[in-house]
């Protein structure tokens, strides 16, 4: 039995390649250790991030903190893999020597190899996670990028757009739900684009309807869905579906016609302005979550005006931001002027952020007394931790939920319960049980 300790670095889309990795390995040979296990293992895994300044500094820590380790003998073989390892694989090895091996992002099977186990293809669709009670999962529903935004490092990184076929994703979220969960996230570099290559169509709503006919399925959430070309069908199977959160995630990343022409995306200020008119008007109801980049090159002061007034305009019940960040290899910085210093970049996200913060209070204080349905994700402090579909777990804000005292909170974790809102606070809410 081999002891085992994984480390997974930045975004869900890495948490779902490590869960297919883990796949791979026979259970009965390969045992998981927490992250600050204190004992020693036979291998330390590290799945890195390597689309940020921030997120690869990240990740090269936790490398040389994990080299630490093993110097100490508390590692067998430490083992690389991932965005970071796959954007530097010429560089890293000779300056971190203490990792056994390095391995890129599109490829497991070399990574299985070196754990010792032999990849078996039919356990593709197959995810391994910890069986916490948690109710929903990340399903990838496609690999790499075909967008050349400047900034983005994503498409050398991850390589060319390939959708899984909609039969794999079925067979995937029908082994997820036979395993308890109820809530599937989709997610992929551009969600929006799925199928373009290999039914050379957008068949993002024909996904949609398929997931939704999975028995045991009740909840479906959209994330990292490209503005240019979103599809019409895509709008109504929203508006219509009941079992496909009135939710969508969608980052816009500027509303400057000057910023965003820099930013190669696309569309400018006016027609995103209109996309998120439509989204209101069609999709009733519908949350929406949006990131944008401050600092970006071709931001001035008059430009950064006007992400706020947008801001303040299209009141994004979330919205998340990034100071920009120079990756080489990039267009932008080959191309651009990095000409905002790190303090005004700064200073514009804490701007912006405090906007917002007064945005998510309102929308958070408009629910006050109004009934929900919401999923139990966790227990603190004798209460639930839970979400409405209009809250996606780790990046939105939750509801706190208390429980009678003739009741374990912990059997109630991965159910649905309907709650009342009771109070609000700038990003969680509070809530009581209605019933269950």
């Not at 082994?175 to 957008?202: C, N």
């Not at 869905?225 to 980052?251: R, T």
């Not at 139990?376 to 990046?395: F, I």
Request: net charge negative; proline share 4%; with cysteine.
């Amino acid at each position: 039995m081999h002891k085992l300790r994984v480390i997974t670095l930045g975004c869900s889309k890495n948490t779902v390649d490590t869960e297919h990795l883990l796949a791979q390995l026979p259970a009965d040979e390969y045992v998981m250790v927490p992250e600050d296990y204190a004992g020693t293992v036979d291998f330390t895994l590290v799945n890195t991030c390597g689309f940020i300044g921030d997120a690869k500094q990240e990740s090269i820590d936790t490398i040389l903190l994990e080299a630490e380790k093993k110097k100490r003998g508390e590692t067998g073989k430490l083992l690389v893999f991932g965005c970071l390892s796959q954007r530097y694989a010429a560089d890293l090895p000779a300056l971190i020597p203490e990792v056994d091996e390095w391995f890129g992002a599109r490829d497991l099977a070399p990574v299985v190899r070196a754990l010792g186990a032999v990849p078996d293809r039919s356990k593709r669709n197959s995810r391994r996670f910890e069986s916490d009670g948690r109710a929903y999962a990340y399903l990838k529903i496609s690999e790499g990028c075909d967008r050349r935004c400047s900034y983005c490092a994503i498409p050398f990184i991850r390589g060319a757009h390939k959708s899984v076929p909609i039969e794999d994703v079925v067979a995937e979220a029908e082994e997820l739900a036979a395993r308890g969960i109820k809530e599937l996230i989709l997610i992929a570099q551009d969600t929006t684009y799925y199928g373009l290559d290999i039914y050379r169509r957008r068949a993002l709503a024909e996904l949609l309807r398929a997931l939704s006919a999975v028995p045991g399925i009740e909840w479906i959430r959209l994330h990292y869905s490209y503005p240019e070309g979103f599809p019409e069908d895509v709008l109504q199977e929203m508006a219509v579906n009941p079992k496909i959160c009135k939710y969508l995630d969608i980052p816009l990343q500027h509303i400057s016609d000057r910023v965003l022409q820099n930013m190669h995306r696309g569309v400018d200020g006016e027609w995103t302005r209109n996309l998120i008119r439509r989204l209101r008007r069609e999709i009733p109801g519908v949350v929406l979550r949006t990131t944008v980049i401050v600092g970006h090159p071709g931001e001035g002061e008059k430009e950064f005006g006007e992400l706020l007034d947008f801001a303040r305009e299209a009141r994004f019940e979330r919205l998340g931001a990034f100071r920009y960040s120079e990756e080489e290899g990039t267009w932008g910085a080959a191309n651009l002027m990095d000409d905002v210093p790190e303090e005004e970049k700064q200073h514009r996200y804490d701007a912006l952020m405090s906007l917002q913060e007064g945005i998510s209070a309102d929308f958070n204080q408009s629910r006050v007394g109004k009934e929900e349905r919401v999923l139990a994700d966790a227990v603190l402090n004798g209460k639930l931790v839970c979400r409405s579909q209009y809250e996606s777990p780790e990046v939105d804000g939750e509801i706190i939920v208390s429980v009678p005292s003739d009741i374990d909170p912990a059997s109630l974790v991965g159910k649905f319960l309907d709650v009342r809102i009771t109070a609000a606070e700038d990003y969680d809410l509070i809530a009581e049980i209605i019933k269950r």
